[in-house]
């Protein structure tokens, strides 16, 4: 796609066309605010090139942060203003970089519509609940009509409702085409809100692709138990493709395996062993790819 | 349809954000209490007030009026602007502008906007309640009501800057609170509620190192017309001085807050909240 944006992360080249969701999954501490500040232009990289809609983030011109909406964790600001004084605040200095096809500011009362936020244009920022925060924050970062949107951990430290506040707004943005790319180390709200996801380990990127191609991926890895009829021995085989290891073994072994189970190795699984050995300590920089979890 | 260009929309951005940050400001219950000094300073002028000072040549309640609204105008900047620089960094506030094309320099302008008045809003009930008790001491012409109006001005700018330099160079929350109560140390002895002369000469030359002892002595000037308080230095060497203050510090200012700015991140904004959370303050 001609809009592309291109990321370069850790020597690995991230093509996202224009109007995708993409998660960027890992555990606490995988590196996934550094990427995203990297990407923000917040945070200068010790090393290598990084390039987002076609410029270095960290020597970025102004111009560039009219293209770029940027919703972060931890905001508390401007608590005593009204939910609509800081969209048209903030939407004021895009003025300059509105075009004919695309209007810039966002009118403040189309984008609170948007977001879920009509009724609440006159109250104050300290009294909206979490959730309501959040979907003020990624108005905000909406307000400059952005071709690029990132969002960092958006449901961290909200209840439940607030979660699915979330999750509905960012799937509402879907048709917006608005590339957005949001951390999280939530494996099944990547998979709930994201086309793609990317999963960061140990400074690299271990899979990449949407949750589908994901499992299919996995499902080529599975674990074969079989139990011999006459000894009642039980052995494991660790399979890259179970089926035609199942023709071949039962075909040569024809009455002799009593009992068969395939465990093909779920996404979950290997996710939440990522994040246990994320979590214990372990070093996971050798790791290059899921299917090398499951061994 | 055109475009208007970016310096036009910077600053009409940065117009707007400082009206909006005033209207807010001033009509919640934390902005009136910029209201509470003024009446506390009134009180203290009314008991005063009979007082006289400096071998009768002025009441005490002129000299200690003269000398609030030199305070006033330190506890703005640095108070004010340091004390801002410092939540604003904590609450992601900077990191937002930072976030909007060239909202680094609408934030700035709208600073410059809204400090002078975050300086007079305390300055005008006193002004008002201070014409009403001590008769005279007040302006009598135009052209020293323009006068004080531009004493105040220029006190504002040789203040201001050092309140953001302030406020960048000290990151921490506590040693942010030990340089607060170092400047008020600094304000009792720089002569804005007695003359400078009754202190050790030490002090003394401490207060004439700082601007703050310049800011009483150029409101003095203004005020109290035809009294002279012994060691204040003529009226144009004190108008000079703040302004080599408000230079150098208009020019030190920027650096000092673009180096800050630069390091501004997500990541620092959210230890701030940790931090908060975890120990209040």
């Given at each position: 796609?001609?809009?592309?944006?291109?990321?370069?992360?850790?020597?690995?080249?991230?093509?996202?066309?224009?109007?995708?969701?993409?998660?960027?999954?890992?555990?606490?501490?995988?590196?996934?605010?550094?990427?995203?500040?990297?990407?923000?232009?917040?945070?200068?990289?010790?090393?290598?090139?990084?390039?987002?809609?076609?410029?270095?983030?960290?020597?970025?011109?102004?111009?560039?942060?009219?293209?770029?909406?940027?919703?972060?964790?931890?905001?508390?600001?401007?608590?005593?203003?009204?939910?609509?004084?800081?969209?048209?605040?903030?939407?004021?200095?895009?003025?300059?970089?509105?075009?004919?096809?695309?209007?810039?500011?966002?009118?403040?009362?189309?984008?609170?519509?948007?977001?879920?936020?009509?009724?609440?244009?006159?109250?104050?920022?300290?009294?909206?609940?979490?959730?309501?925060?959040?979907?003020?924050?990624?108005?905000?970062?909406?307000?400059?009509?952005?071709e690029l949107l990132f969002l960092d951990e958006p449901t961290t430290g909200l209840d439940p409702a607030g979660r699915r506040d979330v999750h509905d707004l960012v799937a509402d943005l879907a048709d917006l085409d608005t590339t957005i790319l949001l951390t999280t180390h939530d494996l099944g709200e990547a998979e709930k809100v994201a086309d793609r996801l990317l999963i960061l380990a140990g400074g690299r990127i271990v899979a990449d692709g949407s949750p589908d191609e994901l499992r299919l991926q996995l499902s080529r890895s599975s674990e074969?138990?079989?139990?011999?009829?006459?000894?009642?021995?039980?052995?494991?085989?660790?399979?890259?493709?179970?089926?035609?290891?199942?023709?071949?073994?039962?075909?040569?072994?024809?009455?002799?395996?009593?009992?068969?189970?395939?465990?093909?190795?779920?996404?979950?699984?290997?996710?939440?062993?990522?994040?246990?050995?994320?979590?214990?300590?372990?070093?996971?920089?050798?790791?290059?790819?899921?299917?090398?979890?499951?061994? | 349809?055109?475009?208007?260009?970016?310096?036009?929309?910077?600053?009409?951005?940065?117009?707007?954000?400082?009206?909006?940050?005033?209207?807010?400001?001033?009509?919640?219950?934390?902005?009136?209490?910029?209201?509470?000094?003024?009446?506390?300073?009134?009180?203290?002028?009314?008991?005063?007030?009979?007082?006289?000072?400096?071998?009768?040549?002025?009441?005490?309640?002129?000299?200690?009026?003269?000398?609030?609204?030199?305070?006033?105008?330190?506890?703005?900047?640095?108070?004010?602007?340091?004390?801002?620089?410092?939540?604003?960094?904590?609450?992601?506030?900077?990191?937002?502008?930072?976030?909007?094309?060239?909202?680094?320099?609408?934030?700035?302008?709208?600073?410059?906007?809204?400090?002078?008045?975050?300086?007079?809003?305390?300055?005008?009930?006193?002004?008002?309640?201070?014409?009403?008790?001590?008769?005279?001491?007040?302006?009598?012409?135009?052209?020293?009501?323009?006068?004080?109006?531009?004493?105040?001005?220029?006190?504002?700018?040789?203040?201001?800057?050092?309140?953001?330099?302030?406020?960048?160079?000290?990151?921490?929350?506590?040693?942010?609170a030990w340089v607060m109560m170092g400047i008020y140390a600094l304000a009792v002895v720089s002569g804005f509620f007695f003359p400078l002369t009754v202190l050790p000469t030490v002090l003394e030359w401490l207060a004439r190192a700082t601007p703050l002892y310049w800011i009483g002595a150029a409101f003095r000037w203004v005020l109290l017309p035809g009294v002279e308080v012994a060691g204040d230095p003529p009226a144009v060497v004190t108008l000079l001085v703040l302004l080599a203050w408000s230079v150098v510090g208009l020019a030190v200012a920027?650096?000092?807050?673009?180096?800050?700015?630069?390091?501004?991140?997500?990541?620092?904004?959210?230890?701030?909240?940790?931090?908060?959370?975890?120990?209040?303050?």
């Amino acid at each position: 796609m001609s809009y592309g944006s291109t990321v370069v992360l850790d020597g690995v080249d991230l093509e996202i066309p224009r109007g995708q969701v993409v998660a960027l999954l890992g555990p606490n501490g995988a590196g996934k605010t550094t990427t995203v500040e990297i990407l923000e232009g917040f945070r200068r990289p010790s090393d290598g090139e990084v390039e987002v809609l076609g410029v270095d983030p960290a020597h970025a011109p102004e111009e560039w942060r009219s293209r770029v909406g940027v919703v972060l964790q931890s905001w508390r600001d401007h608590g005593t203003w009204r939910v609509s004084d800081l969209l048209q605040v903030m939407g004021s200095y895009y003025v300059a970089y509105g075009t004919r096809e695309v209007p810039r500011p966002w009118d403040t009362a189309e984008l609170l519509d948007r977001v879920g936020l009509a009724d609440h244009a006159g109250q104050r920022i300290d009294r909206l609940s979490g959730g309501q925060r959040r979907r003020l924050d990624v108005a905000v970062g909406l307000v400059g009509r952005p071709e690029l949107l990132f969002l960092d951990e958006p449901t961290t430290g909200l209840d439940p409702a607030g979660r699915r506040d979330v999750h509905d707004l960012v799937a509402d943005l879907a048709d917006l085409d608005t590339t957005i790319l949001l951390t999280t180390h939530d494996l099944g709200e990547a998979e709930k809100v994201a086309d793609r996801l990317l999963i960061l380990a140990g400074g690299r990127i271990v899979a990449d692709g949407s949750p589908d191609e994901l499992r299919l991926q996995l499902s080529r890895s599975s674990e074969v138990r079989l139990r011999d009829l006459t000894t009642g021995e039980v052995s494991v085989h660790a399979e890259p493709d179970p089926t035609a290891y199942l023709t071949d073994v039962l075909h040569r072994r024809r009455g002799e395996v009593q009992v068969l189970e395939v465990r093909a190795a779920s996404l979950e699984d290997v996710y939440l062993d990522i994040v246990r050995r994320a979590e214990a300590g372990e070093d996971l920089s050798a790791l290059t790819s899921l299917e090398a979890m499951t061994r | 349809m055109s475009t208007p260009s970016v310096p036009s929309t910077v600053l009409r951005a940065a117009l707007r954000q400082a009206r909006t940050t005033l209207a807010r400001k001033y009509s919640t219950p934390a902005g009136l209490g910029n209201f509470f000094v003024p009446v506390v300073i009134l009180i203290v002028i009314w008991f005063v007030r009979d007082v006289e000072m400096l071998d009768g040549q002025v009441g005490a309640g002129g000299y200690v009026f003269a000398g609030f609204l030199g305070f006033g105008v330190v506890a703005a900047a640095v108070m004010g602007v340091s004390g801002e620089l410092q939540t604003e960094r904590d609450d992601g506030t900077l990191l937002r502008a930072k976030a909007v094309p060239h909202g680094m320099t609408g934030h700035l302008l709208t600073k410059l906007l809204v400090t002078p008045l975050d300086a007079l809003v305390p300055i005008v009930p006193a002004v008002v309640g201070a014409a009403l008790l001590i008769p005279g001491i007040m302006p009598s012409s135009l052209g020293r009501w323009l006068l004080l109006l531009l004493v105040f001005l220029l006190t504002v700018a040789a203040m201001m800057p050092w309140g953001a330099v302030l406020g960048s160079v000290f990151r921490s929350m506590m040693t942010f609170a030990w340089v607060m109560m170092g400047i008020y140390a600094l304000a009792v002895v720089s002569g804005f509620f007695f003359p400078l002369t009754v202190l050790p000469t030490v002090l003394e030359w401490l207060a004439r190192a700082t601007p703050l002892y310049w800011i009483g002595a150029a409101f003095r000037w203004v005020l109290l017309p035809g009294v002279e308080v012994a060691g204040d230095p003529p009226a144009v060497v004190t108008l000079l001085v703040l302004l080599a203050w408000s230079v150098v510090g208009l020019a030190v200012a920027p650096v000092v807050l673009r180096r800050m700015a630069r390091r501004q991140s997500g990541s620092a904004v959210a230890a701030a909240r940790e931090r908060v959370l975890n120990r209040g303050y």
